[in-house]
């Protein structure tokens, strides 16, 4: 008896350890399911622009539905073909303290075009010749041609300060960025997470909470677990098959929006028969695709129709429909095109890098199979998809997903033979990319991409399967908070209970 | 004697090392060009002749490998293609979260293996003897994924007592550990119960019981001490193992080590991150091994003679 408190008073400060601080200050944890692997700007990865969004902004941002809204550019307007003026808000100011000039902006934009600093967004303004700054609020943007998708462009490019770039240079900048963002930058522990402080400052009103912490949880129930105990009360990626998990809880919520990435199932052309537009038809009306969206995406997600756009897509083609499912006319085409069923089909996927990618190659396989095909999945690790996509051979079909942003241009560009994504080439299709880009009128340009989404349509270089989904779990004491097609978060209106 | 033997077994090492690095080199070089798979579609020719100068690719591979061993006696990896800044730091900055884990759960496994095994071995085929060894069974028998799964639900979900994953105080420590132990320890256990079941039917044994010596007391200071060497030897054996678990279990419970960092260096193919931090484990693994080897002779004069 008398040795027990000494046991006691000896775990005492282990446990007393382990017991969360109290704080006043409001903090959101955020459970992020990938995680950038440095604050450097200018990676190509949606995670590492939803972090960087938080400190920098943009001069145009979109909304989580898409809509592009004023940002750090109040207005803009064409003033010439070849020149758009931005007109930028005044009196914002970097978290340091220094005003927020046109200077921060062509500096910008001059260092994403530049090829030495291997910006990845820089393909997004890749028309872009240079940005002039006309007096303290004022940038005109210099292209090269026509370029009707500059502002939409801009919106994935943060801008950065100048004069701290020229102080500490671009190393420490991403070791401490600072932006005119709603949050300010203070612990950034690689591979574990990243702690922001609200800027009180912000010009588009401060935060509702102090602190804002994003954590890296890879694994999809462990993240799941993290938002059920209150320890985050925002988690991304909730895998579709943990759903009602998450809506059971009664502590939390799942919240759903359809991104913009349409995903498909492409043909190699240059590999018989596949060479065949009717062998291609054939196989989408052999793929019961609102069977897989009910039973293997749950309903999440929207069906394509029978294009690579997502529905209110800038280009959509409405007077188009998904084939509808039937395996007796898919297999009578077939027969008809003197389709040999013993040649093998192998459906080359990765695995995880799209929602529930291999269980819906899995799926397709199996309804192919069905009709007398041998088609297999050929499931593939991430380096080597790259590297099968730098050469163009995937084998006859390979799943792949293309978003498009909300405008036609940032995914039929993936069509064309300059896209260098496909083998299926059309000069028709080509001709009419080139007719779109290079008209800034906005009707001109959508009447173009509804003959180019008939054209894919009608000769199927893919099977078009779904708008995929983004998924959130959302803690019942946050409001505020909606999913986001892009992935990005937006936080300045959420609030905590 | 001992002091002459780690120098012979330190004169070695450089040689383990040099194969390490070799079979690293090597194998990161036949699964595809780095710059294939680093830069997308998007690169310009610009781009690609940068990364293959950086990484040396235009030189002859025994040329490359010159240079890579060159830098290797610098201490010098490398810039990392994602991360900012050099290759070994950013390993380094994981190693800390890795040995935290890693050495946590060793010291589970030995110390709890060990004492389930003398119990076993003590109460052979009494009622603690079966419960710990199908527990033991149970428990070599289970992935450790599903067992982190089961752990979180349980003690974080159900019991709310620990936190359901991430990097921080003791409390965070604890159900990594456990599943990172559980790896081994039914080994360790099992281990255990046969060196002291073995050792007992030994004449040394007899005689010390026969000189009139308690049962704890023989145990003690007979059995236990000759009963240490296969467990030592078994942990030396199965520090790669280890390792490999750190890598699930650094997944599962979002614990910044170097297993996660390896993992996802390979899937970017980060060469100079994932040389780093193969030959960083390698050479842990390596001096441990050293480690046990030493223990061993400093325990057991047989070997020492031999």
Not at chain 2, 250 to 268: C, D, K, Q, Y
């Amino acid at each position: 008896m008398k040795r027990r408190p000494v046991l006691v008073s000896l775990l005492a400060p282990l446990l007393a350890l382990g017991s969360p601080a109290i704080a006043a200050d409001k903090i959101l944890t955020v459970g992020a399911a990938v995680f950038p692997d440095s604050l450097r700007s200018g990676t190509s990865s949606f995670a590492s622009l939803s972090l960087m969004t938080q400190t920098n902004d943009l001069l145009v941002a979109r909304d989580n539905k898409g809509d592009l809204h004023p940002a750090l550019a109040l207005r803009w307007e064409t003033i010439d073909p070849l020149t758009m003026r931005f007109h930028l808000r005044q009196g914002v100011k970097f978290s340091d303290g220094v005003e927020f000039t046109a200077d921060d902006v062509a500096f910008t934009i001059n260092r994403v075009l530049d090829p030495a600093v291997a910006y990845a967004q820089a393909a997004r303004i890749s028309q872009v010749e240079k940005a002039v700054a006309v007096d303290k609020y004022t940038v005109d943007v210099k292209t090269k041609a026509v370029f009707p998708t500059l502002v939409r462009g801009l919106s994935d490019i943060i801008m950065e300060p100048k004069h701290y770039y020229e102080k500490v240079g671009p190393e420490k900048v991403a070791a401490h960025p600072i932006g005119t963002g709603p949050f300010i930058f203070k612990e950034w522990v690689p591979g574990d997470h990243y702690t922001l402080t609200a800027n009180k400052d912000y010009w588009g009103g401060a935060p509702k909470f102090d602190r804002l912490i994003i954590r890296t949880i890879p694994d999809g129930s462990t993240r799941i677990a993290s938002l059920v105990t209150g320890e985050s009360q925002i988690i991304e990626e909730v895998p579709i098959d943990l759903i009602d998990q998450v809506n059971s809880s009664g502590s939390a919520k799942v919240d759903s929006i359809s991104t913009t990435v349409g995903l498909v199932l492409t043909f190699d052309p240059t590999i018989k028969p596949f060479d065949n537009p009717k062998v291609r038809e054939a196989f989408d009306y052999a793929i019961d695709k609102p069977l897989i969206l009910k039973q293997i995406l749950k309903g999440q997600g929207a069906l394509l129709d029978g294009q690579v756009l997502t529905k209110g897509a800038l280009g959509w083609n409405p007077d188009l429909k998904a084939r509808p499912f039937d395996p007796a006319k898919a297999k009578q085409m077939l027969q008809d095109a003197g389709f040999d069923f013993s040649t093998p089909v192998p459906i080359t996927t990765q695995n995880g890098k799209y929602v529930s990618d291999t269980d819906i190659c899995n799926a397709v396989a199996g309804m192919l199979n069905k009709i007398g095909v041998k088609a297999t999945v050929n499931i593939v690790e991430g380096g080597v998809f790259q590297q099968m996509s730098n050469a163009r051979k995937w084998g006859p079909m390979h799943m792949v997903g293309w978003y498009n942003l909300g405008d036609a241009d940032f995914a039929a560009v993936w069509y064309t033979q300059a896209g260098l994504r496909t083998r299926w080439a059309d000069p028709e299709y080509d001709k009419l990319f080139v007719a779109a880009r290079s008209t800034n009128d906005t009707a001109e340009r959508e009447k173009i991409y509804h003959q180019m989404m008939a054209i894919l349509n009608q000769q199927n270089p893919s099977i078009f399967l779904f708008g995929l989904p983004s998924l959130y779990g959302v803690s019942k004491d946050v409001t505020g908070f909606g999913a986001a097609a892009d992935k990005l978060l937006r936080l300045t209106e959420v609030q905590l209970k | 004697m001992i002091a002459g033997y780690i120098l012979r077994r330190l004169a070695f090492l450089p040689l383990t090392l040099l194969l390490v690095a070799f079979a690293t080199f090597i194998v990161l070089r036949l699964t595809g060009n780095p710059v294939d798979i680093f830069l997308d579609i998007n690169r310009t020719p610009e781009q690609v002749e940068a990364l293959t100068k950086r990484l040396h690719l235009d030189q002859p591979l025994p040329v490359q490998f010159l240079i890579f061993l060159g830098d290797l006696l610098h201490g010098d990896f490398g810039e990392s293609l994602q991360f900012t800044g050099s290759a070994a730091v950013v390993v380094w900055e994981r190693v800390g979260a890795t040995l935290q884990l890693a050495g946590t759960a060793l010291a589970l496994a030995v110390v709890l293996g060990v004492l389930g095994g003398l119990i076993c071995a003590v109460w052979r085929d009494r009622a603690a003897d079966a419960v710990i060894s199908s527990i033991a069974i149970a428990g070599q028998s289970m992935p450790s994924f599903w067992l982190g799964l089961l752990l979180i639900e349980f003690f974080a979900l159900q019991l709310r007592w620990l936190p359901t994953s991430g990097y921080g105080d003791l409390k965070h420590l604890v159900l990594p550990a456990v599943t990172l132990a559980t790896i081994l320890l039914p080994n360790f256990v099992l281990i255990t119960r046969t060196a002291i079941l073995e050792l007992m039917g030994e004449q040394f044994v007899v005689t010390g019981r026969s000189k009139g010596m308690s049962r704890p007391r023989v145990l003690v200071t007979h059995i236990l001490p000759n009963a240490i060497n296969p467990v030592l030897s078994f942990l030396g054996i199965q520090l790669g193992h280890l390792m490999a678990g750190s890598i699930i279990t650094e997944t599962i419970f979002a614990w910044p080590g170097v297993g996660r960092l390896l993992i996802n260096s390979i899937s970017h193919r980060d060469v100079p991150v994932v040389e780093a931090a193969v030959f960083f484990i390698a050479t842990a693994i390596a001096l441990a091994n050293l480690l046990v080897d030493v223990l061993q002779m400093l325990i057991d004069p047989r070997i020492r003679r031999a």
